[in-house]
């Protein structure tokens, strides 16, 4: 089991690019979200999955998209990148409703917007 | 909505005992998760409470008053090893959000 996969680790991305971070699970989670962990702010749900093709918006959404076409994935897109977006970012998956063994966390990419 | 509170920052000694709060306001409740990340590290899940009570791992216990809002994380034996952010963070009645605090550092000191 690789666990929670993300990539890239690190990326610099100009203002207005867009771009797509990756996240791969294979435990067969069905839930699945990104957060993005700002100094000093802890962590904040960005969007969330509770199955494939279901999504929904979490506390700070906007100016992103998900899309959940298969159980394995849940891609972040930044649609236009802005200096506001520069955070780490963290996806994290679960088994499912009630499992009390909590969330499991990729290790996170570190994302630059200049 | 969920509004969590816990503080910013604690000093403890190695070897000695320290407990960290976490006080909760929200509009649904399904149990209450701590996290410990070391940084510039992924958080690594610690403990659920669901019921009111204490739940004990090894030199780790958490707490749960769901009457109070209140949770507390207690750490024994401190460790060099043990100096991280511990993030409290209350799921919603749907299980499906996981709504963070802000976390606590703790340093432990020699």
């Known amino acids: 089991n690789a666990g929670v996969t993300q990539t890239p680790k690190f990326q610099v991305l100009k203002t207005g690019q867009s771009m797509t971070l990756q996240c791969a699970q294979d435990m067969n989670h069905e839930y699945m979200s990104w957060y993005r962990q700002d100094p000093g702010m802890g962590l904040r749900l960005i969007h969330y999955s509770v199955g494939a093709g279901i999504t929904d918006q979490g506390e700070v959404p906007n100016g992103y998209n998900v899309s959940r076409s298969t159980t394995e994935d849940f891609p972040l897109r930044l649609l236009s990148a802005a200096p506001s977006q520069t955070s780490v970012y963290f996806c994290?998956?679960?088994?499912?409703f009630g499992q009390g063994d909590g969330y499991t966390f990729g290790s996170g990419t570190r994302l630059t917007v200049v | 909505g969920q509004n969590i509170d816990q503080p910013t920052e604690m000093t403890a000694t190695e070897g000695a005992i320290v407990q960290i709060n976490c006080t909760y306001q929200t509009s649904g409740f399904n149990g209450l998760f701590w996290y410990q990340q070391h940084a510039g590290e992924a958080p690594t899940f610690l403990s659920y409470?669901?019921?009111?009570g204490l739940e004990e791992k090894g030199r780790f216990s958490s707490f749960l008053s769901r009457s109070k809002g209140y949770s507390y994380l207690l750490l024994k034996e401190l460790q060099m090893k043990d100096s991280a952010s511990y993030l409290c963070?209350?799921?919603?009645?749907?299980?499906?959000?996981?709504?963070f605090g802000g976390g606590t550092r703790l340093m432990v000191k020699p």
């Open positions: 409470n669901v019921l009111d």
């Open positions: 994290a998956s679960k088994l499912g």
């Open positions: 963070a209350a799921l919603n009645n749907a299980g499906n959000m996981l709504t």
